[in-house]
């Protein structure tokens, strides 16, 4: 059988506008030449007598979780989880507790992008879209939602582009039995600008990360900073993206990769 797979991740970046300037990754290149010094006075020979005197290439960094694409676990959202589900919630699960079966299901992708900015969807809007393409969703199937925000990686204003989703909008996924999703957005929510005026106009503090928290009622993983949604088919693909194995951390960065039919 084959198969034909799509890198759906971002290139883990510095000197890009990626995040919000306190969050941006920094990242230490060393060639061979740089690192042969250091190896050579430690075996007691001259740098000379390395291969062409290199040693090896190396990269330092200073990066959080949540820089490049990543898996969010539900401890990212809140301490507790499945308060809709069990009387009083359960510790929620961190990146290294996620069940790996998440991580590897069929998908569909909800197209997006001619929502404005700051737009919240809603499960009117899931509905319908799921409705147009002629998808019914599964239990565990993965949802994508390619966003305005997908083209503007690494720009100075992708932070503020794109739709986000509403808790209700993530509920109405949730209970469906779908507990991993993802987008190519800065953030699962509206961005935070957006919601800073909203909340200001309203006085709802509730808005904010409202489609995170509803990882409190159910507890599910998202994806951020995905990349080339738009080149995907509405259904009938696969995603991998296993999170690297961080010991109780919030997140874990990912490979994710889309697998299609050959």
Known sequence: MTRRLIDISVA????????????????TYLDHHQTAPRMADYM????????????????????????????????????????????????AWRIDEVPLEWCYQPAVKLDFRHFPDGYVATPGDVEAELKRVGH????????????????????????????GMG???????????????????????????????????SGDAGLIWEGHRAGREIGYCHLEKLSNLDTLPADGFEVVCFPVKLARASAGWTRAVAILPG
């Open 12 to 27: 883990l970046k510095a000197g890009i506008a990626s995040d919000p300037p306190e969050m941006l990754p920094e990242i």
């Open 44 to 91: 007691g020979v001259p740098v000379s007598a390395l291969p062409d005197g290199e040693y090896a290439a190396i990269e330092q960094m200073r990066i959080s979780s949540h820089n490049g694409t990543h898996l969010d676990a539900p401890y990212h959202f809140f301490s507790s989880m499945n308060h809709a589900l069990t009387p009083g919630g359960e510790p």
């Open 136 to 163: 019914t969703l599964a239990p565990l199937e993965i949802v994508l939602v390619n966003t305005a925000a997908g083209q503007r990686y690494g720009e100075a204003d992708y932070i503020d582009r794109g739709c």
């Open 167 to 201: 808790k209700a909008a993530t509920m109405w996924l949730l209970e469906r039995g779908v507990r991993l999703t993802g987008t190519d957005g800065w953030s699962w929510d509206a961005p935070f600008s957006h919601t800073r005026a909203r909340v200001a106009a």
